[in-house]
């Protein structure tokens, strides 16, 4: 599933998850049920995004470095740590 798809499917729940709380509030007994049973697929299409997006992020990060590399530019040196300070007794 990509991350695109996934974001559709959760916006689709939660319109679905909203239509049937509105019945709920109305008193019907089978809308709350719906509610209950897409809230469920809903945290499990969440967890999907979250593996998802955490994967795409470390994706787009290591395109960045491979780009930072193909182009040739440098990073600033790292700075060297001042001596440590002796203790005065």
Do not use: C, W, Y
């Not at 469920?40 to 299409?45: A, E, L």
């Not at 740590?81 to 002796?86: D, E, F, G, I, L």
Request: proline residues 2%; aromatic residues 2%; glycine residues 4%.
């Amino acid at each position: 599933m990509a991350l695109k798809e996934t974001i559709q499917r959760l916006l689709h729940q939660i319109a679905d998850i909203r239509h049937d709380l509105e019945k709920a509030m109305e008193g019907n007994k089978a809308a709350a049920q719906r509610a209950r049973t897409n809230t469920i697929r809903f945290s499990k299409t969440s967890k999907v995004f979250r593996k998802e997006s955490v994967a795409a992020a470390r994706s787009g990060m290591k395109k960045a470095a491979r780009a930072e590399k193909a182009k040739g530019t440098k990073r600033a040196p790292a700075k060297k740590k001042a001596p440590a300070r002796k203790k005065k007794r």
